[in-house]
């Protein structure tokens, strides 16, 4: 993953990996994706974390799905 979009720091959540400069945990956004939640419905309710973060975390997880041999 991208660790422009990503940081893990021990002192955050205990090192789950949040989107940078934020608190919010990614694996919140594929929650919210995965229970049929919108994008925007998640962004309402993290309203740290830009829409261009969003949309770049997925399609950097995109890209390494894709990748994968």
Do not use: H
Request: a negative charge; zero cysteines.
């Amino acid at each position: 993953m991208d660790k422009d979009l990503i940081t893990t720091d021990k002192d955050i959540l205990g090192g789950t990996p949040v989107f940078k400069g934020t608190r919010v945990p990614v694996q919140a956004l594929f929650d919210y994706l995965e229970a049929g939640d919108s994008i925007n419905t998640f962004l309402a309710d993290f309203p740290t974390v830009s829409k261009e973060q969003a949309l770049n975390l997925l399609k950097s997880a995109e890209k390494s799905l894709l990748s994968v041999s």
